[in-house]
């Protein structure tokens, strides 16, 4: 499965992205879909994922703030943003699960500033 991310960029804190992780074939076919972020000198963490069925869970830095989801039309998951500060900053990766294999997006970049 090959996942490739769009969406990121610069925002001012307070400020909203929305982030898409298209895959190469029907995201039905996939256990679950999920976001992790690595910022500078951290290890690479889990923001949030989605299943199957449609169930969510989110890192407790971003409750409240983000939201995923996805567009079975599409092939594509999503992650938008909201309140954004300093401390979101970090290469954001798309991943996925099939059939106990993990498939990974190259990463894009998130910069919260002022």
């Known amino acids: 499965v090959q996942l490739v991310e769009s969406g990121g960029g610069w925002v001012q804190p307070g400020g909203s992205l929305r982030l898409g992780c298209a895959a190469s074939e029907s995201i039905f076919s996939l256990d679950s879909m999920a976001w992790y972020r690595q910022a500078p000198g951290r290890a690479r963490e889990l923001v949030a994922i989605i299943t199957t069925f449609g169930t969510t869970h989110y890192a407790d830095p971003v409750v409240g703030r983000f939201v995923i989801s996805r567009d079975h039309s599409e092939n594509t998951m999503f992650l938008e943003m909201n309140s954004l500060t300093a401390e979101d900053t970090a290469v954001y990766y798309c991943?996925?699960?099939?059939?106990?294999?993990?498939?990974w997006g190259q990463g894009i970049q998130v910069t919260v500033s002022a």
């Open positions: 991943n996925c699960r099939k059939n106990l294999t993990l498939f």
